[in-house]
């Protein structure tokens, strides 16, 4: 089993070679963005983000400005109102209790504003290029699909997957789950009949044809 996980894995990063959409070159970026791409899509995220940060470059200049200023920024973007709070928030914890820097451990990172286990895992497989599992939409129902997760929640498949897969290779899960998610594998009806990984799945009742 061990062997066809890291196979499968493999697969998928041949065939889905690029970069994670939120790693933007440095951790502040990456961590904002991830933040606002909650329940929003990556591509209304990164349309936005240059003018964002434009108005916004710096610790200081976000935890200085007005929500209200904050919001209006990023106003094409679901919950923003709520974003534009923790992003606030953020930036003055981040400035009062981290030196300015974004720190890197989960302990750490989970204790900011607006960020939990998936943006934190995120931040620190892209940022600071250390093993973690961002469990998000894709991945838990990949997992799930193909018989390496049964948990309800995130957390459960977070732990799961940890167990199952090699720490080596935690996160190339996310990496690669995300672009077959929404290339192949994708919520409702996914596209069994062009999988490159169909004979390892378990999923019971797969869409041999288009
Ligand atoms: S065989 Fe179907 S359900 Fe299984 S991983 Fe491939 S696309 Fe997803």
Redesign the pocket.
């Known amino acids: 089993m061990k062997k066809d996980l890291v196979k499968v894995l493999k697969i998928l990063k041949s065939k889905y070679p690029q970069k994670a959409d939120m790693d933007l070159g440095n951790p502040a970026d990456s961590l904002i963005a991830t933040i606002m791409s909650a329940r929003t899509t990556d591509a209304q995220v990164l349309k936005i983000f240059p003018a964002f940060r434009k108005k916004f470059p710096t610790w200081k200049k976000l935890a200085d400005s007005n929500v209200d200023d904050i919001a209006k920024a990023m106003n094409t973007i679901g919950l923003y109102r709520n974003k534009a709070k923790s992003l606030k928030a953020l930036a003055q914890k981040i400035i009062a209790y981290h030196d300015g820097k974004v720190p890197e451990s989960m302990e750490e990172l989970v204790t900011l504003p607006g960020v939990g286990r998936k943006t934190a895992s995120c931040v620190l497989s892209v940022c600071f290029n250390k093993p973690a599992i961002a469990v998000d939409t894709h991945v838990f129902r990949?997992s799930r699909?193909?018989g390496w997760a049964k948990g309800k929640d995130a957390l459960k498949v977070e732990k799961e997957l940890a167990d199952l897969v090699p720490k080596s290779s935690w996160s190339v899960i996310n990496l690669t789950f995300v672009p077959f998610g929404r290339d192949?594998?994708k919520p409702g009806k996914?596209?069994?009949y062009r999988?490159p990984?169909?004979k390892y799945?378990d999923?019971p009742n797969?869409?041999l044809e288009p």
Request: charged share 15%; hydrophobic share 35%.
């Open positions: 990949i699909r193909l192949i594998c996914p596209q069994c999988c990984i169909a799945c999923y797969k869409y």
